[in-house]
């Protein structure tokens, strides 16, 4: 059912405007637009495990696991299901409600995915959420992953069309667009957002946005990442975005896409406590929790817990105030 009340038709004019309020405008029509559809101290918490990592083919400019570049990253073969299972459990015990596994492929070849399958079995058996990313999908293993029950797929268009080509050439943003339709068309949960902090313009940041709300449904779930530098990748030594327009980035995502999750995702180590805070009041309401990423460090369970309470934050699965469906 198409839901009326969400946009589809921003134009980069609408959305540079919200970007150019003043900061205090954008913070309250963001925080007013959360309060309409959240609880706005309740903060969904996933945990991400790298389950095949490095030696990947692409060449994406920001990312440690390109075989391209020398990052020093020791590469490992797709894991053991059982080795899944306890990092889930794990995960599960520190309070995580979803499992997101990564694996450094352009794509899964159908064996591949038979033993990505097995893992989202496992993980559901468990009781959490899955979720899953592995690169580029064909239509019919966009099935094979529905009925194996998984929850949501993460893939990411990045950055804007017009700053795309100068971040990763081995694939376009058109085959991201054909993999989110086929995702999107399985009835799967979207997750998809992008990387700020890689020496884009605003107008690359205003771009971004606009595609991500205006795709025929806004993904349930948005990650806004700020990247994490490593060096010896091509982005290594890139200047730091303004953790200003960081936050304005979170605010602009909650107003164009009112009823998704957006997640304040990888850079949180970088972030004082002072600026995550900012980003919670601008209507980011999920996080990646545990001291990983998926080869990166990310702040410690306690240090988070710490801040939520700080905070008066609940970490809790995320619902619709409208839908009781899960949103993240
Ligand atoms: N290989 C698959 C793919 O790229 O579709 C899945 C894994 S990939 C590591 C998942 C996402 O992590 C990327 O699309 C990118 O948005 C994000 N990412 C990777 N390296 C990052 C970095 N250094 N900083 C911030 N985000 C990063
Ligand atoms: C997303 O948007 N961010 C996560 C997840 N989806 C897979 C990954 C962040 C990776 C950061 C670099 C690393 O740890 O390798
Ligand atoms: Fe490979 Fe994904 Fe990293 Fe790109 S982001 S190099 S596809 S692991």
């Given at each position: 059912?198409?839901?009326?009340?969400?946009?589809?038709?921003?134009?980069?004019?609408?959305?540079?405007?919200?970007?150019?309020?003043?900061?205090?405008?954008?913070?309250f029509?963001?925080?007013?637009?959360?309060?309409?559809?959240?609880?706005?101290?309740?903060?969904?918490?996933?945990?991400?495990?790298?389950?095949?990592?490095g030696?990947?083919?692409?060449?994406?400019?920001?990312?440690?696991q390109?075989?391209?570049?020398?990052?020093?990253?020791?590469?490992?073969?797709?894991?053991?299901?059982?080795?899944?299972?306890q990092a889930?459990?794990?995960?599960?015990?520190?309070g995580?409600?979803?499992?997101?596994?990564?694996?450094?492929w352009?794509?899964?070849?159908?064996?591949?995915?038979?033993?990505?399958?097995?893992?989202?079995?496992?993980?559901?058996?468990?009781?959490?959420?899955?979720?899953?990313?592995?690169?580029?999908?064909?239509?019919?293993?966009?099935?094979?992953?529905?009925?194996?029950?998984?929850?949501?797929?993460?893939?990411n268009?990045?950055?804007?069309?017009?700053?795309?080509?100068?971040?990763?050439?081995?694939?376009?943003?058109?085959?991201?667009?054909?993999?989110?339709?086929?995702?999107?068309?399985?009835?799967?949960?979207?997750?998809?957002?992008?990387?700020?902090?890689m020496?884009?313009?605003?107008?690359?940041?205003?771009?971004?946005?606009?595609?991500?709300?205006?795709?025929?449904?806004?993904?349930?779930?948005?990650?806004?990442?700020?990247?994490?530098?490593?060096?010896n990748?091509?982005?290594?030594?890139?200047?730091?975005?303004?953790?200003?327009?960081?936050?304005?980035?979170?605010?602009?995502?909650?107003?164009?896409?009112?009823?998704?999750?957006?997640?304040?995702?990888?850079?949180?180590?970088d972030?004082?406590?002072?600026?995550?805070?900012?980003?919670?009041?601008a209507?980011?309401?999920?996080?990646?929790?545990?001291?990983?990423?998926?080869?990166?460090?990310?702040?410690?369970?306690?240090?988070?817990?710490?801040?939520?309470?700080?905070?008066?934050?609940?970490?809790?699965?995320?619902?619709?105030?409208?839908?009781?469906?899960?949103a993240?």
């Amino acid at each position: 059912m198409t839901d009326t009340t969400l946009r589809h038709d921003w134009t980069h004019e609408e959305v540079q405007a919200l970007f150019d309020q003043p900061f205090n405008d954008l913070l309250f029509q963001a925080q007013s637009i959360h309060r309409q559809h959240f609880d706005p101290n309740s903060v969904q918490i996933s945990s991400l495990l790298s389950i095949k990592t490095g030696a990947c083919p692409e060449d994406c400019a920001y990312c440690p696991q390109s075989a391209k570049y020398d990052t020093e990253l020791e590469p490992e073969r797709l894991l053991p299901v059982e080795e899944v299972k306890q990092a889930a459990l794990n995960a599960k015990r520190n309070g995580a409600t979803r499992f997101c596994m990564g694996a450094a492929w352009r794509n899964p070849t159908d064996r591949n995915l038979e033993r990505v399958i097995e893992m989202i079995s496992v993980v559901k058996d468990l009781g959490m959420e899955t979720c899953v990313t592995l690169g580029m999908l064909t239509r019919e293993q966009t099935h094979r992953l529905k009925e194996a029950g998984l929850d949501y797929y993460n893939h990411n268009l990045d950055t804007s069309p017009e700053y795309y080509g100068e971040i990763i050439t081995t694939r376009s943003y058109q085959d991201r667009l054909d993999t989110l339709r086929h995702v999107q068309e399985a009835r799967i949960n979207v997750c998809c957002g992008g990387i700020v902090g890689m020496g884009e313009g605003e107008e690359d940041r205003v771009e971004l946005l606009r595609q991500l709300a205006n795709l025929p449904k806004h993904p349930e779930s948005v990650p806004i990442n700020l990247l994490v530098q490593v060096e010896n990748t091509p982005l290594y030594g890139t200047d730091a975005l303004d953790p200003l327009d960081f936050v304005r980035t979170v605010a602009v995502a909650r107003i164009l896409m009112p009823k998704s999750a957006v997640r304040l995702s990888a850079g949180r180590s970088d972030m004082s406590d002072e600026l995550q805070a900012l980003c919670f009041h601008a209507g980011a309401n999920s996080i990646f929790y545990g001291e990983k990423l998926l080869t990166t460090p990310n702040p410690k369970e306690n240090q988070d817990l710490e801040l939520f309470k700080r905070l008066g934050i609940r970490p809790q699965s995320v619902r619709h105030s409208e839908t009781g469906q899960n949103a993240a």
